[in-house]
């Protein structure tokens, strides 16, 4: 770009420079490498760095162009269309420049025929602060009206499975009754429709704009009324200036490195923060405040998070379905209306489940008259809550609000289930939701690989004590003691987590020989069912094993299988699951509520029953005090006093990672600050201080309500931790050569370190040549009067055989073990006898260093 205006400094600061126009725009400058700025009015060429909204901020200078101005600051480029808004009259342009950074331009007024992904050749001209198309010419027409329409980022997987029972002539008229909702709503005519789901009798599309890019929506339709409904995806740019709490010009994106948005970064828990449940965090990045998870406590009088601390969120993100992540998103939703949602496809289903089941657990409630009972949301806070969640597959990046870069990263904690990865500017943050780093039946585990570096870590911290055992040890010896207990005529419970543990069980059980060799039925119950519907109809969530395997039979229900898996359909059923030997797996897990409390309370007082606990278990549960007690004990489960005579055992089928994987995780992610959430105390504490962890993180363990700033160390470390991680290990230094010798100089900054004053604390330094360089220790005030002592030549601790530089280890001296004046002597003393050699390359020296000069070092651990 061309721009005519003069350079000086700019007033507010100095060291500055401001281009000013001769129409009186005044941009900032700063020359790109050594270019000469003349005085006077010139023509300058520039790249012009700008917001999304249009306005330049900056220039950079690459050369002058001419010493007298040209009327008419020009713009030519050539780009491909990234983004183009009818609505806002402009185009964004993205320009690739081979071995240099990627520049993205925003211009006005594009001609009516430019649509995203086309190449164009742009001419445009300054207007004020912002650049106006004056021509364009298309460059790829022909490979652009040939190329298959834009897929829908959004929508993942595109299309859905038709179910069995679709009716094919129906499907033409739902679909005209969609496009008919989507043209009232919207003035835009032509469509791409997706099918992404299909629940009867509800249809959904993801409707994507073929005339502007930035135009998406959702339209849903029932096959039974015939009715609609739209909603249209937020446009990003009003969420800068409308809901940051700042002012647009504070809010506004931009590429400068002066902007004080680029590196703000602060974290406040909402929940999590102590203990599990309520997992909710306040992310501050940049202009935006993002909200990470919305999820409730299972009990107790303050089930939510701590909302009313949130001021004007602009985006909540879940990361993945289990309610103490996503049982809060209705209540949000419904005091934050206008915020987008975004979550992952397999969550979002899931969430339909999951939501859907915890509004029924309030109405039973209800019904009950519990006085403990908080009635959390309505059914119509749900309904609108699921119809509006957006998705975002796993693994690509996305740009929720302008200069906002966000990742799913697959978790391996149950289906659907991602971490977060967010960047603005020079900051990043990456939040693991809950993880595994093994993989399941139903699930793969974390790839270290997929992690990013990320300049803070939020992680949870579950086992973050504990060290697992081998999955497969232990599902194969939960089999085994499952076919000991019914091939002796009992009946075993597994209260399982409805969603992952269950699934995991039954394909275990499916897939085994074992179990096979006895005749005994699989019973399916609670939530377990609905949820084992889901994964039935949604193989694609699934792991490949497992598609596999659902090409020869169905892998979950199957009542011709061997074994016969059936689900109960009615509480009146439940008494015949335990007529016979058999299997039940029914939620919870934590015997905390739902079927498996039924069952809990006739196979508990059962000597030839047995229940089997497959996982996390909260301190206070049932679940819980059930596996310390022995048999005679009693326990109380919903009420009703119970003896226990059933064999009791705990397998580790945990969806968590342990200690060992939450570590591995660190040390990839390798953050400033480290945020250990998730955990009882105990956990939390202790994996605080596995390992290395202190020496290389900032480790902060908050309660709600704190906050935790990017670049602030905790109160709690001493300035030798906080001087550990901020100065790193390794710096760069500067020797000057000199006849006899050489000065290694460092920056003024070290001589602040706390372990630089270790080091100089005497003056001197023992100097040795190793394999990787020259290695320097400070030399002791104990060292030196050992050296001391030596030079004089009289008998003294410093030349006995005993002494070891500190201590006596004469036992029969008096001073046997004791720190010794190295000038001393005893009545035991023996003069060690001393090799001299030649002095080589690997022998330790003594120099003499000026502490007024800065020393070259390595501030490592030696």
Partial sequence: MTVSGTIAPDDRDPHK?????????????????????????????????????????????????????????????????????????????????????????????PPSQVKSGQSWQIVAQRVGMTLEILTATQLDRQEVSDSPPKSLPSAAPKTVKEPRNLDQQQTPEITAIALAALNQQLSERDWELALTRVKEPTWEWEAQSLVSSDLRARVQVNARTKGARVYVYPDQSKYVADRSGVSSDEAAVTTDEDDKYLDRLIVTPLGAARGIGASCFRVQIGPYEIVLDAGTRPKGSDPLPAFELLERPNLIVITHAHLDHIGALPIFHRDFPDVPMICTHGTREIAHVMLTDGLKVQAAKQRQGNEDF???????????????????????????????????????????????????????????????????????????????????????????????????????????????????????????FALGRAQEIILA??????????????????????????????????????????????????????????????????????????????????????????????????????????????????????????PGSEIELDGTPLTVRAKIQRFNLSAHADRVGITQVIHRVNPQHLILI????????????????????????????????????????SKAQVARVDAGQEFELEIEAEFDGAWLRISDSVLEDPRWQHLAATGLLSAKWTKGGLMLKPASHKALAVDSAIASGVDCCAVCEFFDGYLCRGEDSPLYKRDVDPTAKCPEFVRQVVAVESQSVGDELDVDVDLNVDLSINLGEE
């Fill in 17 to 109: 420079l401001v281009l000013t126009t001769p129409d009186g725009c005044q941009f900032r400058a700063a020359p790109l490498g050594s270019v000469s700025m003349g005085e006077g009015s010139r023509q300058w060429r520039v790249i012009p760095i700008m917001q999304t909204d249009g306005n330049i901020t900056r220039l950079q200078i690459v050369e002058e162009e001419s010493p007298i101005a040209i009327e008419g600051d020009r713009f030519v480029c050539v780009g491909k269309t990234n983004q183009v808004s009818r609505k806002h009259n402009i185009v964004s342009l993205k320009i690739e420049r081979p071995g240099e950074p990627t520049i993205r331009p925003t211009l006005f007024n």
């Fill in 374 to 496: 908080q009635q959390l949301f309505a059914a119509e806070d749900l309904d609108l809550t699921l119809f509006e969640l957006q998705t975002q597959p796993v693994g690509v990046d996305f740009s929720p609000l302008p200069g906002l870069t966000m990742r799913f990263i697959h978790a391996g904690h149950i289906v659907g289930a991602a971490c977060i990865y967010m960047q603005y500017g020079n900051r990043s943050i990456l939040y693991t939701g809950d993880y595994n780093t093994t993989s399941s039946r139903t699930t793969e585990g974390l790839k270290l690989a997929d992690l990013p570096q990320a300049d803070v870590l939020i992680t949870e911290s579950t086992y973050g004590s504990d060290t697992h055992p081998s999955r497969r040890t232990q599902e194969s010896d939960l089999i085994k003691a499952i076919v000991a207990v019914v091939a002796a005529g009992g009946n075993v419970l597994i209260p399982a």
């Fill in 509 to 630: 059980i499916r897939t085994s020989a074992l179990f096979h060799s006895v005749n005994v039925p699989v019973y399916i119950d609670g939530l377990v069912r609905e949820v084992t519907d889901l994964f039935q109809t949604q193989l694609e969530l699934l792991p490949a094993a497992v598609q596999n395997f659902a090409k020869t039979q169905s892998p979950f229900f199957s009542e011709k299988s061997a074994p016969r898996i059936i689900s109960i359909g009615s509480p009146k059923e439940r008494p015949l699951a335990m007529e016979h030997p058999s299997v039940i797996i029914a939620s919870s897990g934590m015997l905390i509520g739902g079927a498996s409390i039924f069952y809990a309370k006739t196979l508990l007082q059962r000597e030839n029953a047995a229940v089997f606990i497959s996982g996390y278990t909260d301190e206070e549960s049932p679940g819980r005090f059930l596996q310390s007690l022995e």
């Fill in 678 to 717: 998730h955990g009882s105390q105990s956990a939390l504490h202790e994996l605080s201080r596995a390992g290395d962890l202190r020496d290389k993180y900032w480790i902060h363990i908050p309660e709600v309500g704190d906050t935790i700033t990017f670049g602030q160390a905790p109160e709690h470390l």
